[in-house]
């Protein structure tokens, strides 16, 4: 486990930390935004979010993944994988269902920010589904830029491609 800097609005009762996602307090959020995906989507998610190797989320391989404690217990995360030299791709942003509401996913997306633009990346890139409004929200409200018209239905276009292009690090 290797903590990380803090966003400047976390709490002293927040910790960020980097994990593998093989670490045990990774499996119950996972699984949550599996069965919140199954139930959107009408289909089973799960095989989706095992889509892309555990390794691709890990320093070797350009990634990481970072879990947001409060008083130690996992309350949301997010992680990143190497999209190609210059960008990095945002991939499972969450936060528990009992603690949404209250800027914590602003937190996990500042973080993978920083931790991107340290390690060198200029781009993020995302998608996310037609029927997640929240997430749509928070990427517009972080300064993510949509790929795609804004004014046509969600559910015509598929998946929503966003972009942030990073400030180096000093």
Known sequence: MTSVAQPPSASPELTVVQVAVSDPRVRPLLRELGDEYSTRYG???????????????TRPHGGALLLLLERGEPVA???FRRYDATTA???????HSAHR?????????????????VRGYRRIYLTTGPRQP?????????GYTPLFDTSVDPETIGPLPFEKHLQASR
């Open 43 to 57: 289909k089973d998610a799960h095989a989706e979010l095992a889509r892309c190797p555990d390794e691709e989320f």
């Open 77 to 79: 995360g997010g992680a």
């Open 89 to 95: 791709e945002l991939k499972r942003i969450w936060t």
């Open 134 to 142: 929240e997430a749509r929200g928070l990427y517009l409200a972080t």
């Open 101 to 117: 509401r209250r800027g914590l996913a602003r937190l996990v997306v500042a973080g993978l920010e920083h931790e991107a633009r």
